[in-house]
Structure formats: C-alpha cells, structure tokens
Nanobody, 119 residues
Framework: VQLQASGGGLVQAGGSLRLSCTAS????????MGWYRQGTGKQRELVAG???????SYADSVKGRFTASRDNVENTMYLRMNNLKPEDAAVYYC??????????????WGQGTQVTVSS
C-alpha cells in the first residue's frame, strides 16, 4: 500500500490549511493513522492520531487548533489546521498502521508535504 499526502503550502500566521492522506494499492487493513511532523533541525513528532473508530489524540501544542478525521471508505485521512503559527512549519508526514496481506501488523509512511507559515 502507498500513502499520498497533499495539501501543504505557504500560509500566513493565523491562517488555515487542510492536509489529506490517501492510501491506495495492495492489501492492507488500516487500523490506526497518524500525522507526524519534522521541523528543520528537529526530531519527528506525533501531531495527531486517529483510530479506525475515529478516536483522536493530539499533541499539546496543537490541541484546539488541529482536527484529524478520516474517511474509511475512501481510505483517506485529513488534518485541518487552524490558527497556524510559525512554529507549526514543518514537513508533515502521514502514517498508517494495520494488517497486510500476510497478516502482519506493519506501518507505512507517506512522502511528506511541506507546511510553511510566515509571521
């Protein structure tokens, strides 16, 4: 299975963006999905996670501003980001964990989408 992330771009502080991540190809039963980000010179961090039932969790730094959602029929996950701050600038990656065709629990990463926030 492959993950295709999109929706990044340049936005002014206080602005909004919506990221999308679509899974396609292969045999893969997705259980959990998540958005991670990696800023310049920083470690990759978990931003938001969402289970197959729609339960969500967020990093403290984005609570109240970011909202994760998913469409299990379309195998797509979204991240709505409001009131963006310069410190939110990073490459955002999507991740999916689940059962592959050989009944192994594994995870897949998308290619990343750049989010730039100007002050």
């Amino acid at each position: 299975v492959q993950l295709q992330a999109s929706g990044g771009g340049l936005v002014q502080a206080g602005g909004s963006l919506r990221l999308s991540c679509t899974a396609s190809g292969g045999v893969f039963s997705i259980v959990n999905m998540g958005w991670y980000r990696q800023g310049t010179g920083k470690q990759r961090e978990l931003v938001a996670g969402i289970s197959s039932r729609g339960s969500t969790s967020y990093a403290d730094s984005v609570k109240g501003r970011f909202t994760a959602s998913r469409d299990n029929v379309e195998n797509t996950m979204y991240l709505r980001m409001n009131n963006l701050k310069p410190e939110d600038a990073a490459v955002y990656y999507c991740n999916a964990a689940g059962w592959d065709g050989a009944n192994r629990y594994s995870e897949v990463w998308g290619q990343g989408t750049q989010v730039t926030v100007s002050s």
